[in-house]
């Protein structure tokens, strides 16, 4: 069995949030090997990633 075989066996078994997941991380992968790539999309995705751990009454800052 060949690696992409593995893999989308293994991603058959998610559940379909993690499916989309992946598949925008497989997207980040495929990005990253182009030429144009300089990271722009690592940092948005990073962002991203860490506005869903943090809900907006978390934030210190913004308190008078």
Known sequence: MSKAE???EKAKALPPEL???ALRY????L????PASDGKE???FSALELLKQ???ADC????D
């Open 31 to 34: 990005e990253s090997k182009s």
């Open 19 to 21: 499916q989309s997941e």
């Open 60 to 63: 210190i800052y913004d308190r």
């Open 6 to 8: 593995i893999i989308f």
């Open 54 to 56: 943090y809900a907006p």
């Open 42 to 44: 690592w940092a948005r």
């Open 26 to 29: 497989l997207d980040l992968l």
